[in-house]
């Protein structure tokens, strides 16, 4: 029997999710992370999740895995010491950068400008030069390129990145750099700025090399560490890695360009959501990940998750592909005080973490969070699943008690306030990705997930006017089933740059044939089978002196049928969406990118034993909770023996193993056929 074994690392937790690819069973398992090698945290759990399914090791075909190795690199700066290689006259580049200050107007006055991934003493020219069209104006000067390869070996650089003028136009001077670096320092890993991004504008293509670059050699060994433990611990099973964009690369492509796993973490969630989505017949979906310090949230358009060209870590942004993911610090850990400035409450974005965490884990904890005022008002239950799990509710009111204290409130007012605000910050980040990008989201269902996810998914629903609000299977490891269930991916792309008016129809079709042969040959060099692969195309236009562009995705049948008139039609369409108007400006069409698609893994969701409506037999007791204002009798269930069909009237609680999922008291909630819990407003 094959198995797909999805693997999720987050800062406190590592989520498998084991799935039979033969009948839909799935087993997860949750342990913690070890941060300062996370392959041991994946070994430990892969070891106990095969128990678990009775499997043997040596039976799970593919490990896919989301990984945040390459964005903790960026993050805590810890990523190799980088070299780069320019034209002649353009070493200050990296520190020159763009004209861009965050803020308001006089914003540079207390902004602490970043420093550059590359130091300027690790800058080096060398000669040569290609002009605009790509050809070459100044031969390069061999005996140049080794002595400045000479001085960066003596400075010990780690990584190198070559990024030459025009590069993106014709990559031979690079490329010979890239054969000298071989010769003069053999074991450094080297990143070539017409390999990694072929677009123009150099800065960007620049920066999106060197941090290629800089997090090469952590990847590299990340990777490579994984691949031979579990090869001695049994397993045989290819090793694949989620991209930001939400597909899955190899592990060898991993190593070559990890800069396109910036944001695989969060990609995760993303694509299980689209898994979910499709197995309950829902294509419009915004999601809502909530974990103990942030919430991440995307839109999920008929089955198809909005994509952005930038990718952006802290305070670095690169132009690689990334899942269109927004991210507000509201979690299960955020931090609820009242400042005696304003004296009005406030939650996030400090959030208590993992260590010591809410004061309701009895782990040391002193400040009221988010998780706290959920215990406090009943919303999670003090003795989950019988009481193998106990939360410290006396403490958690203590805790809350001091927020009531400063606001002049009753106690489960102050909780409500905490929850009311958090709820409120969730709301404001699903609008950034649907009201202001031009989407209704009456239009589309709430799916809450993330250990802390279905606790406020309804709350969230409501405030959207999204119905319904999805509590799906196996919320908590959602992001290991993402990873279990998407499909492999690569793009290749070209800069254009040219009017619409005098483009020519048969040159942009033959560039993106090129391109779709390009991106094919690369997936069935990765074993995907020729007739499984599918190439979708996107053209990148914007009027003429803009200094951005929309990327529009078109079929080679529709282009050579309706010409170039109807994608600059299409584009009108697309910017009075995001922006309410039109230019009268000419059209530019500025990069012409192909995307290549392994198969879709099919695999169906099992489907759980048929009920009749009734949910008692999952009953585990009555319960009292603060809801509208007061007291009110609920009802707490065991996920697990629930059935298809049953309908649980508001308020209730139902609980398992990874995450709690609560429906409000003017609320309904109905168990679809593959387990996922809807939650709708009562008639």
């Known amino acids: 029997m094959a198995y797909r074994l999805g693997v999720d690392v987050g800062g406190t937790f590592t989520d498998l999710l084991l799935f039979s690819e033969a009948d839909g069973r799935f087993w997860r398992h949750k342990t913690p992370s070890t941060p300062e090698d996370s392959s041991l945290g994946i070994l430990t759990g892969v070891e ?95 005996d140049d390129i080794r002595a400045q390869l000479e001085k960066l070996k003596a400075r010990k650089v780690e990584a190198i990145t070559v990024s030459l003028m025009n590069a993106y136009l014709n990559g031979d001077h690079e490329a010979r750099v890239g054969e000298l670096i071989e010769e003069v320092l053999r074991d450094v890993p080297y990143s070539l700025s017409h390999q990694v991004l072929p677009e123009m504008q150099e800065y960007e293509r620049t920066l999106t090399t060197v941090a290629n670059a800089t997090v090469r050699p952590v990847v590299g060994r990340y990777v ?84 952005v060209r930038t990718t952006e870590v802290g305070h670095l942004s690169v132009r690689a592909s990334a899942l269109d993911v927004k991210t507000v610090g509201a979690g299960g850990g955020s931090i609820a005080y009242v400042p005696e400035l304003t004296g009005a409450l406030r939650v996030g974005p400090e959030s208590a973490g993992a260590v010591p965490g809410p004061v309701a884990y009895g782990k040391g904890g002193t400040q009221p969070t988010v998780t706290d005022a959920n215990v406090v008002l009943g919303y999670l239950p003090e003795a989950l699943l019988g009481g193998a799990f106990n939360l410290d509710r006396e403490g958690a009111k203590k805790a809350v008690q001091t927020v009531a204290d400063a606001l002049k409130v009753d106690l489960f007012e102050a909780a409500r306030g905490i929850i009311d605000i ?47 609000a999805i509590s799906p299977v196996s919320p908590g490891v959602l992001c290991a089933l993402g990873d279990a269930t998407t499909r492999m991916r690569t793009e290749a792309a070209r800069s254009f740059s040219q009017l619409a008016s005098t483009t020519s129809q048969d040159e942009i079709d033959r560039i993106l044939q090129e391109m779709a042969a390009s991106t094919r040959s690369e997936l069935m060099e990765e074993g995907v089978e020729e007739d499984d692969i599918t190439v979708s195309f996107e053209i990148d236009v914007r009027y003429s002196g803009q200094a951005f562009e929309v990327p529009i995705e078109v079929s080679l049948e529709d282009l050579r049928a309706k010409g170039i008139g109807w994608l600059t039609g299409r584009f009108d369409e697309e910017h009075r969406r995001l922006f309410t108007f039109n230019m009268d400006s000419e059209h530019e069409i500025v990069n012409l990118r192909a995307v290549a698609l392994g198969p879709v893994p099919d695999l169906a969701a099992a489907k759980l034993p048929e009920g009749n409506g009734d949910p008692s037999d999952a009953k585990i007791r009555d319960h009292e909770l603060w809801m509208s204002g007061k007291m009110v009798p609920a009802v707490i269930y065991d996920r697990s023996r629930l059935r298809a069909g049953d309908k649980i009237p508001g308020p209730a609680i139902i609980i398992e193993m990874d995450s709690t999922t609560l429906v409000e008291a003017d609320c309904k909630a109905l168990v679809d056929p593959v387990g996922n819990i809807l939650i709708t407003l009562k008639d």
Not at 67 to 86: D, F, M, S
Not at 90 to 104: C, D, E, K, T
Not at 277 to 295: C, E, P, Q, Y
Not at 425 to 440: E, H, K, T
């Open 224 to 307: 490579r560490n994984l691949r031979e433990s579990l090869i001695k611990s049994g397993m045989n099973a290819r090793l694949s890695l989620l991209r930001s964009d939400g597909g899955l690369m190899s592990s060898q492509k991993a190593e070559e360009h990890p800069v396109n796993l910036l944001m695989s973490g969060p990609a995760g969630g993303v694509t299980g959501a689209i898994w979910v989505g499709k197995n309950a017949g829902i294509r419009n979906i915004l999601t809502l990940d909530v974990g103990g310090t942030s919430t991440d949230v995307a839109l999920i358009e008929n089955l198809e998750a909005r994509r």
């Open 48 to 142: 106990a999740i095969c128990k678990d399914a009775d499997v043997d090791p040596s039976e799970v075909d593919v490990l896919l895995h989301g990984t945040t190795v390459a964005t903790n690199a960026v993050l805590e700066g810890k990523g190799a010491r980088v070299g780069l290689i320019v034209t002649e006259g353009y070493r200050q580049m990296m520190q020159i950068a763009r004209s861009f200050v965050p803020g308001g107007l006089a914003g540079w006055i207390v902004w602490p400008k970043p420093e550059p991934m590359t130091a300027l003493e690790d800058t080096f020219e060398i000669k040569g030069r290609m002009n605009a069209t790509g050809d070459e104006i100044r031969p390069i000067d061999e």
């Open 422 to 468: 958090v709820n409120e910050n969730m709301f404001g980040a699903l609008r950034m990705i649907s009201v202001q990008q031009g989407y209704d989201p009456r239009d589309f269902a709430v799916m809450g997930f993330g250990g802390a996810g279905p606790l406020h998914v309804n709350a969230v629903a409501k405030l959207m006017g999204s119905w319904p």
